[in-house]
């Protein structure tokens, strides 16, 4: 799929290469990530392998993405939006670690290689998660403090997206939602959680790193949740779609297990037109940027067309 995104819908209408900004950003956040994170020769090296395992297997790294995106369009400086965009990219990976394990979504393929308790075993694959998750916090309290965000701002922000009323929240209502008729807005109060919470506040961060001002934040705020949305809608789409091979990780997997999900309560041609709306939204709140947020509006449609 080309990547080059020429605005139909974008505010600025000017063409933007996001492959090279994705390419670029990649690289950045692959050497941040190699430096914050212990070397896979230190005790307990186990640990250390199985942590660097899954973060370097092959992930989108759209939430670093996003955050560095946000950065650019509030004027701010790569450097300093790049802790957060490597915390909120370790906690991500936390995530599908625990998501895969037997007790939860029991998957032997993500990012196409096989899952970390296939690897390492489920005791270290536990210990693997809780410690990108740990190191998260370590990784975002070295980013500078702003006039506006101070550090405290900022760990509270990354805490309460990933904590028991957002992300873990997500996750709790999506197991208990399994083989159960759930209605569509239970189904919203799922995706809030679980996919866009953390996607938002990537987005918010990347804000925060370059000091942007109350209006700023609240369009991010407003483009982030509106992304996030769509990407679980379309993730859910990829599911039934798209094979194995393409996804990296075992396709299929949402109706096997019963899961709710969009194409299963309003079918695929619906689920199609959600995610162009709530794409259409996240566009919309990008507005008072005028035409400066175009990494940003690059990715929504990148997201929006995406096939893996
Ligand atoms: C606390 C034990 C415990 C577990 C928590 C919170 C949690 C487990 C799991 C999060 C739920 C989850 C996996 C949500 C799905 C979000 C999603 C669509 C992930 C896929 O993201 P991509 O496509 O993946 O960006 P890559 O691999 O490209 O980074």
């Known amino acids: 799929m080309s990547i080059m995104t020429k605005g139909v819908d974008s505010s600025s209408g000017a063409s933007f290469d996001l492959a090279r900004f994705l390419a670029a950003g990649t690289e950045a956040v692959n050497r941040a990530l190699d430096h914050y ?3 896979a020769k230190v005790r307990p090296a186990t640990i250390h392998r199985a942590m660097r395992y899954s973060l370097f297997a092959g992930g989108k790294r759209m939430r670093p993405a996003l955050c560095l995106g946000a950065a650019a369009a509030c004027g701010g ?3 300093d939006a790049m802790p957060l965009a490597c915390a909120v990219e370790c906690i991500h990976t936390y995530s599908l670690i625990h998501d895969d394990l037997p007790a939860m979504d029991n998957d032997d393929y993500r990012r ?8 390492f075993g489920e005791g270290i694959a536990v210990l693997a998660g809780d410690a990108l998750l740990t190191q998260a916090f370590e990784v975002a309290a070295q980013c500078k403090s702003r006039p506006r965000y101070s550090h405290q701002t900022i760990i509270l922000e990354l805490a309460r997206a990933a904590g028991s009323l957002q992300l873990v929240a997500g996750q709790a209502a999506d197991l208990e939602a399994e083989g159960k008729k759930i209605s569509a807005p239970q189904l919203r ?3 809030e959680r679980k996919t866009s919470a953390l996607l938002c506040c990537s987005v918010r961060l990347g804000g925060m790193s370059a000091n942007c001002t109350p209006a700023q934040l609240q369009a991010l705020t407003d483009f ?3 992304v996030g949305l769509a990407f679980q809608v379309i993730d859910d789409i990829l599911d039934v779609t798209q094979t194995s091979e393409k996804l990296g990780k075992t396709a ?3 109706s096997e297990a019963q899961k709710a999900t969009y194409p299963a309560i309003v079918g695929l041609q619906k689920s199609r037109a959600i995610a162009q709306d709530l794409t259409q ?3 919309a709140a990008l507005k008072p940027f005028r035409g400066q947020a175009r990494a940003l509006e690059a990715l929504a449609q990148f997201l929006l067309k995406r096939d893996r």
């Not at 196409?112 to 690897?119: A, E, I, R, W």
């Open 37 to 39: 994170l212990p070397a």
């Open 112 to 119: 196409g290689k096989p899952t970390n308790h296939k690897v």
């Open 281 to 283: 939204r996240a566009f």
């Open 189 to 191: 109060y799922i995706h």
């Open 252 to 254: 299929g997997k949402d």
């Open 77 to 79: 400086a790569q450097a």
């Open 224 to 226: 982030g949740y509106h």
